[in-house]
């Protein structure tokens, strides 16, 4: 059960943050930048308004990664927090790991399928985007079992 406030944090404790109001969708992200910003073969963002969020605690670093694309960070420990980009406006993209309770936003799509690591499947249902779930260009629902 979803509460209206989701608390969230980086690794060390150091950066808290706490956001409000229903996600705006949920997806794995297979895109280069992401895998190589986290370490990780993918990633899961949730997408918040960016004027429902605040942090709380600690100091958040940021790196532009590509032109008016913003990810945060944490200062002492490194953990990826989110991202922003100049086109998505009043969004932030929280790095689903750093919520308390992230088992309350199953996702709901894979983004930038066409990126993954060749050797990357999960077998669920949801649908898989050449980009993102705004330019509809759906490659398959579910794996591709062949
Ligand atoms: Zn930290
Ligand atoms: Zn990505």
């Known amino acids: 059960m979803m509460s209206d406030i989701a608390n969230g944090g980086c690794l060390c404790g150091a950066v808290r943050f706490e956001v409000a109001g229903p996600p705006l969708w949920v997806?794995?992200?297979?895109?280069?930048?992401?895998?190589r910003s986290t370490g990780?073969?993918?990633?899961?963002?949730?997408?918040?308004?960016?004027?429902?969020?605040?942090?709380?605690?600690?100091?958040?670093?940021v790196y532009e990664?590509?032109?008016g694309v913003w990810r945060?960070?944490?200062?002492?420990?490194?953990?990826?927090?989110?991202y922003e980009a100049d086109r998505y406006d009043d969004e932030i993209h929280i790095y689903i790991s750093t919520l308390d309770?992230?088992?309350?936003?199953?996702?709901?799509?894979?983004?930038?399928?066409?990126?993954?690591?060749s050797w990357f499947?999960?077998?669920?249902?949801?649908?898989?985007?050449?980009?993102t779930a705004r330019e509809?260009?759906?490659?398959?629902h579910g794996p591709v079992d062949e």
Do not use: W
């Open 121 to 131: 499947d999960v077998h669920d249902s949801a649908p898989r985007f050449v980009a």
């Open 72 to 82: 945060r960070f944490c200062t002492t420990c490194g953990t990826p927090l989110s």
């Open 40 to 61: 990780a073969p993918v990633t899961t963002f949730v997408g918040f308004r960016y004027s429902n969020f605040t942090f709380n605690t600690g100091s958040s670093g």
């Open 101 to 117: 309770h992230p088992e309350d936003y199953p996702a709901q799509s894979h983004v930038f399928y066409g990126e993954r690591i």
């Open 65 to 67: 990664s590509s032109p």
């Open 27 to 35: 997806a794995h992200c297979h895109c280069h930048s992401c895998r």
């Open 136 to 140: 509809r260009n759906i490659v398959a």
